[in-house]
């Protein structure tokens, strides 16, 4: 009797279920219809806007190509790009109207770019028009803990609409990364969509991370000591990887910075027909102007590393691999040592991570051999590289490293790790002969630091001459070339 009144309680549960599935689906259907409209409208009045604000005095529509950029006043590669890519359009399109998104809003549009000639030696033609985004903090990663990677793709989305509010542009470059903004211009505003891709949001390395449970600075230790989050983590970077896979393939036209950069991009957007390698712009020609000779060791050698203070760049490990090879070298008698830390902060966060990179060398009792130069002119950066005899990078799967070409044009022997761009694009054989040295762990950049020291002076002459001869093929010229041949579609 009690088997049959619970087969019945779940007939009549089941039955119930069912009799709200179709009016459910209605319902859903109609909500759809409804947000379909409402974007449809939005979109329509963005367009009568966009009119409004887009001809010229001579009563012509001026083309409005805007980049996302939120962080456009930071020193680093990506920033390089943005300030060469407007160029180079500025010299092909000069009639466009050229705007950026930027939430640097403690600086004035005058100083971002007398700060771009400091920096990078780049001075645009023409006007740009900066639009002052207020909600950055939207996709700083200290506002999620937890999640960091959703929350700054939906923080992005925010920021995107805010931006999307103030100018509405024709032609709409995420050169930031921000992917999630792309359906948002394209299908609401109305806009031909470019990106180009420095490093993925997410990539299958980042699974591996997860899956082998590694710790990382991304993969917390509490998380990879634990099987049942591991696997939680996983299905969650999984199901982010199929959504950010589908924002990706929104855009019409994609760049991306290395090899690397490339394979990854190709299995998660899938958009082989629209996505190039342009690989970014390096200043090779300014620093071929150091005249390449044999350093002088009198006073000691001088380690230098190009870098932004963030998390991934792993400063950590310069500094402890330094370290290291200071305590083998001691019992030595050899020329002094010194590491210079160049880099950009972008804010708190970064100097805070500075500060604690300060108190590492204390704690390493080093401190008196390392230095930390923080958003430096571009004339300071470029004397540190001539005196320098290595150049140090230490980031688990770089994108590209502009900082590592800079270092190999200037004439420094560069030491990178052995994975990413460097490993595939960058310090690879020139004509048979090596062009710098990789490593992983601190024992490895030790070792190769203490290898480097040790060649002849004439066998780090012939280093340093064949990875100047490697890279004329990252110049800004060839960039130039490259980049405008992949926007031609979104501009004709």
Same mark, same amino acid.
């Given at each position: ?7 019945? $309680? ?98 004035? %549009?005058?100083?971002?770019?007398? %700060?771009?000639?400091?920096?990078? =030696? ?30 700054? $793709? ?45 490093? @993925? ?10 899956? =082998?449970? &590694? ?10 000591? =634990? #099987? ?21 393939? +929104? ?29 970014? @712009? ?24 190009? #870098? ?38 972008? &804010? ?14 204390? &704690?390493?009792?080093?401190?008196? &051999?390392?230095?930390?130069?923080? =958003? ?30 800079? +270092? ?7 030491? #990178? ?11 690879? @054989? ?36 064949? #990875?100047?001869? $490697? ?22």
């Amino acid at each position: 009797m009690a088997a049959d009144t619970g087969s019945w $309680s779940l007939y009549t549960l089941l039955r119930f279920f069912y009799s709200l599935f179709f009016p459910g689906l209605i319902i859903c259907g109609v909500l759809c219809v409804c947000l379909v409209l409402v974007l449809w409208m939005i979109r329509r009045h963005l367009q009568r806007k966009k009119k409004s604000v887009s001809t010229s005095k001579h009563g012509k529509e001026q083309t409005v190509v805007a980049f996302f950029h939120p962080y456009c006043n930071a020193g680093g590669g990506g920033e390089r790009v943005l300030w060469c890519a407007l160029k180079a359009l500025q010299k092909k399109y000069p009639e466009a109207v050229y705007v950026v998104y930027t939430g640097d809003t403690n600086v004035s %549009g005058q100083q971002i770019l007398e %700060g771009a000639f400091r920096r990078f =030696n780049i001075k645009l033609v023409h006007p740009v028009q900066f639009v002052f985004l207020r909600k950055r903090y939207l996709v700083e990663d200290s506002q999620y803990p937890h999640f960091t990677l959703l929350g700054q $793709s939906l923080g992005s989305i925010l920021l995107g609409w805010e931006a999307l509010m103030q100018r509405v542009p024709d032609v709409y470059i995420d050169s930031m990364g921000y992917a999630f903004t792309l359906p948002l211009f394209k299908y609401v505003g109305g806009c031909r969509v470019g990106s180009y891709v420095h490093y @993925p949001t997410i990539s299958t390395d980042m699974l591996s991370v997860v899956k =082998n449970q &590694n710790t990382g600075f991304n993969n917390a230790a509490f998380i990879s000591r =634990n #099987a049942l989050l591991t696997k939680a983590k996983l299905i969650y970077y999984c199901l982010f990887a199929s959504i950010y896979g589908l924002v990706g393939s +929104c855009s019409d036209v994609v760049m991306v910075n290395s090899s690397w950069t490339l394979n990854h991009i190709l299995s998660l957007w899938k958009v082989g027909h629209c996505t190039n390698i342009v690989y970014p @712009p390096c200043d090779v020609q300014t620093f071929l102007d150091i005249p390449l000779h044999e350093k002088r060791v009198t006073s000691g050698h001088l380690l230098v590393s190009i #870098a932004q203070f963030r998390p991934e760049k792993n400063h950590a490990l310069q500094i402890k691999a330094f370290a290291k090879l200071l305590k083998e070298k001691a019992a030595e008698s050899h020329p002094s040592l010194k590491l210079v830390l160049i880099g950009g902060c972008r &804010n708190k966060d970064d100097e805070l991570r500075v500060n604690q990179l300060r108190k590492l060398s204390e &704690n390493l009792g080093v401190q008196e &051999n390392v230095e930390f130069k923080i =958003n430096i002119s571009f004339d300071e950066l470029k004397n540190y590289l001539s005196e320098a005899t290595i150049g140090l990078h230490t980031m688990w799967n770089e994108h590209f490293g502009i900082g590592v070409v800079e +270092c190999m044009a200037a004439g420094t022997i560069i030491l #990178a790790h052995n994975s990413g761009g460097p490993k595939l694009d960058i310090v690879i @054989p020139h004509e048979g002969q090596i062009t710098g040295f990789l490593a992983e762990s601190e024992e490895d950049y030790a070792e190769a630091m203490a290898h480097i020291l040790s060649l002849s002076a004439e066998k780090r002459l012939q280093i340093r001459k064949t #990875a100047r001869a $490697s890279v004329s093929r990252f110049s800004d010229q060839e960039f130039e070339v490259s980049f405008l041949s992949s926007v031609e579609k979104l501009l004709t």
